[in-house]
């Protein structure tokens, strides 16, 4: 049957208000009486707060709440607590909250602020996650094992490791004795800004029963009433979490506990007026959540022709003063460390580790970015040494349908990994020589989502015959509330336009795990399809009785129930209802979905992703080799989205995930001092791509249904950065004979390895004949 809304490239429902700019965001939104609150941060990395004194400022006229850690001694952490909501007995990193204070205006709590007196005792500080392993570094958190966790992650207690993961499949020792030529490389990335336009804002307000409501631009609304319940040993009932209705952009960094616990702190004692807190862009950069900097050494076994028989990989990422999600990118990323490949013999160990820097987590790929600029480029490195065209040596070891991964979990359906190389290189002539120092690269890989997780959905077809989609999912930019809006038109046969798209709201709409991981189609489409069919089903048990016919007998479409056989023997639904039900009622549709515990894998994983993403980008660049300046000049980007719910939305979500990875791969750097200082927390000192820097971007959709998925669709979004750093570095090699293996790849870094002529290709390779 032909499908009327999903598949279709229709605007956004949203388009309007984004454009005319009547879209409320969070600093849109203000209150009566409301207060307005500040943090004062530590200029240390790491001290001992030996003396905290207030009493100046709280005497300062419009000041009315000042807190500080001693007043909330609460943990917060999604795998392991151990993240306060203000500093207590010593801070971990410089731009740590060591008290707020909540006054009448902005300038006034700014003006307190240089009124408190905070005594500090310096403590040595640890920069390098390398060195923050060896056994004498200075401890970050001296209590590691005692904090809770997560059965799954593994901290080592007396050490800075706060999460360890190890896993083998086959003989390693077998492979790599088997192996014609053995190579061994390391790569490090950058600590890197999410760049989200939107500052972090949040809104508390405590009433006089101690409920917790709090408006926060935050990517998992329920998710963060479970922390901050846990946290503050409150029932879930007593915390509300309410979205603005949109949020600026987020890639990761708007989950978890940034400013939420800060406006809460102050709420506690403001007796019921609310506060509000929205952080500067110097404090995003400092104190919300940066992309994990990145050690990854990788030793690879092939055989003559290609083949891959072993790779051991030890991943190091840097989580910063507090783990927030570090543990699960460090697993995450781990399960896909050794590439989109089918290798018999593979081990991978992964350690997130704290030092005295600003915190990690997610990021758009959530590991996998870092992850795959290892294995990509050293992909090429073979390839190269091989005498191997880069995409057939690709094409030779892809995984592919039923593989095994390394953590041992079966390759699901909906492996379009082949499709995606092929589609993306359809039109490159490899043995064509380019113009001197232009170059051609190419790179894949392929992501997980966050697996179990859960979703509900309420569907509401009211008397008129307008329709609301209650959810929790969050409307960051990525065009959720329209992708959904479609499902639920398909799926009952009314128009996009007569559907209204909730906002999230934890007392009204139903349970979501977050939206995150790429999971929203996926898990939320399934459960918005399952609400909606149950719509479907009562329309028809009520219609029948009116159209006196069975419900098998009808059909739905426009709004309209009609007779099969008789398509002009129809009722609108708002007269079915009107008819049959008269003083009136709502049809309320329920659906949810989670996936089945099946396949559960032994170890340290909880369970297998429920689906994998998958993509391809290739690359054009030229080298001024004067300066050692790139520009990017094409990017095709090729990505298995199972099904294109919206066409026009996908290649959106290419096209930006492909110009958010640019930045990381040439220019953007969070520059880190030798006492844990950033450098250079703004946008002008610390560089994005801008419209000049954006070359000709060609998506690519490749549509290899997941038999799971609604209409066979998955995720897409994360995956869309993963690739793009090591196509690039080909590119650049393929240009001027260079390969780095530190990012960003900067004009001064090239043209120094240019100038001195090191090619740094394959130092670590060892062939045995």
Not at 122 to 130: F, G, K, N, R, T
Not at 406 to 427: F, M, R, Y
Not at 563 to 585: E, F, H, P, W
Request: glycine share 10%.
């Amino acid at each position: 049957m032909k499908q009327l809304s999903v598949g279709q490239s229709i605007p956004r429902i949203d388009a309007v208000e984004k454009v005319t700019g009547s879209a409320v965001f969070g600093d849109d939104m203000d209150f009566s009486r409301g207060l307005y609150g500040k943090a004062l941060r530590s200029p240390f990395a790491h001290a001992e707060i030996v003396a905290v004194d207030i009493r100046e400022a709280l005497l300062l006229p419009g000041v009315k709440a000042i807190v500080t850690g001693k007043d909330i001694q609460a943990l917060g952490g999604e795998a392991l607590k151990d993240y306060p909501f203000l500093a207590v007995e010593k801070v971990r990193y410089a731009g740590e909250p060591v008290a707020v204070v909540a006054a009448i205006r902005v300038e006034i709590a700014e003006k307190a602020l240089d009124l408190i007196r905070v005594e500090y005792r310096e403590l040595p500080v640890v920069v390098d996650p390398e060195k923050a392993m060896a056994p004498k570094s200075p401890l970050v958190h001296e209590r590691l094992g005692d904090y809770h966790h997560l059965p799954v992650i593994q901290p080592i207690a007396g050490t800075n490791i706060c999460h360890h993961v190890s896993f083998i499949k086959g003989d390693i020792g077998q492979g790599f004795a088997e192996s014609d030529a053995i190579f061994r490389d390391t790569f490090t990335t950058q600590m890197v800004q999410h760049g989200a336009i939107e500052p972090h804002m949040a809104i508390a307000r405590v009433d006089a029963s101690g409920s917790i409501t709090i408006w926060v631009t935050n990517d998992g609304p329920h998710r963060l009433r479970k922390d901050l319940a846990e946290a503050l040993g409150l029932p879930l009932k007593k915390i509300r979490v309410i979205s603005p209705p949109y949020m600026g952009g987020g890639f990761g960094a708007k989950g978890g506990l940034k400013v939420e616990t800060l406006c809460i702190a102050l709420a506690l004692k403001t007796k019921g007026r609310p506060v509000k807190m929205v952080l500067t862009r110097e404090e995003v950069f400092t104190s919300s959540l940066v992309r994990h900097p990145s050690v990854i050494k990788m030793k690879t076994g092939v055989k003559k022709d290609g083949r891959i028989l072993a790779r051991e990989v030890d991943l190091i990422y840097d989580t910063g003063a507090y783990s927030e999600k570090g543990p699960t990118v460090c697993q995450q990323a781990s399960t896909a460390a050794a590439g989109p490949y089918n290798i018999p013999h593979v081990k991978v160990t992964g350690y997130c580790v704290y030092t005295n820097r600003p915190i990690a987590g997610a990021f758009r790929g959530y590991g996998h970015t870092q992850a795959a600029w290892a294995h990509e480029s050293q992909m090429d490195i073979i390839a190269a040494e091989l005498g191997i065209n880069p995409v057939e040596i690709r094409l030779k070891n892809a995984v592919r349908e039923g593989d095994i991964s390394p953590t041992g979990q079966q390759i699901l359906n909906s492996v379009g990994l082949t499709e995606c190389i092929e589609k993306a290189t359809a039109d490159v002539r490899w043995e064509e020589p380019g113009k001197k120092f232009h170059g051609k690269g190419f790179a894949c890989g392929y992501k997980n989502t966050k697996t179990p997780s859960g979703s509900s959905a309420i569907v509401k077809v009211s008397q008129d015959g307008s329709v609301e989609l209650l959810t929790s999912t969050v409307e960051i930019g990525q065009g959720a509330k329209t992708i959904l809006a479609q499902m639920v038109a398909e799926e009952i046969g009314v128009p996009v336009a007569a559907i209204t798209v909730s906002t999230p709201d934890t007392d009204i709409t139903p349970y979501d795990a977050s939206t995150t991981s790429s999971r929203s189609t996926f898990h939320m489409g399934n459960a918005v399809k399952n609400a909606a069919r149950d719509v479907r089903d009562q329309i028809f048990q009520i219609a029948a009785q009116v159209l006196g016919e069975q419900p098998t007998a009808l059909g739905i479409e426009t709004g309209c129930v009609f007779v099969l056989k008789n398509k002009t023997n129809r009722m609108s639904y708002a007269d079915v209802l009107k008819n049959q039900c008269r003083a009136g009622i709502d049809i309320i549709g329920r659906g949810s979905y989670h996936p089945d515990d099946e396949g559960v894998c032994a170890g340290p994983w909880s369970s297998p992703s429920i689906f994998w993403m998958y993509g391809a980008h290739y690359v054009e660049v030229e080298v001024d080799i004067e300066t050692g300046q790139v520009r990017v000049t094409k990017i095709v980007g090729a990505h298995d989205v199972g099904k294109a719910i919206n066409p026009n939305a996908c290649e959106g979500q290419i096209e930006g995930g492909i110009i958010q990875g640019l930045g990381p791969t040439l220019m953007e750097e969070m520059l880190i001092g030798a006492k844990g200082e950033v450098r250079n927390p703004n946008f002008l000192d610390y560089k994005l791509p801008t419209a000049m820097d954006i070359p000709e971007i060609i998506p690519i959709i490749v549509e290899v249904p997941c038999s799971e998925g609604p209409w066979g669709a998955k995720g897409l979004g994360e995956m869309t950065t993963v690739p793009i750093a090591p196509a690039i570095a080909n590119a650049i090699y393929d240009a001027v004979g260079v390969r780095i293996k530190d990012l960003p790849i900067t004009p001064e870094k090239l043209l120094k390895a240019m100038k001195e002529g090191v090619s740094d290709q394959g130092p670590g390779v060892e062939k045995k004949d």
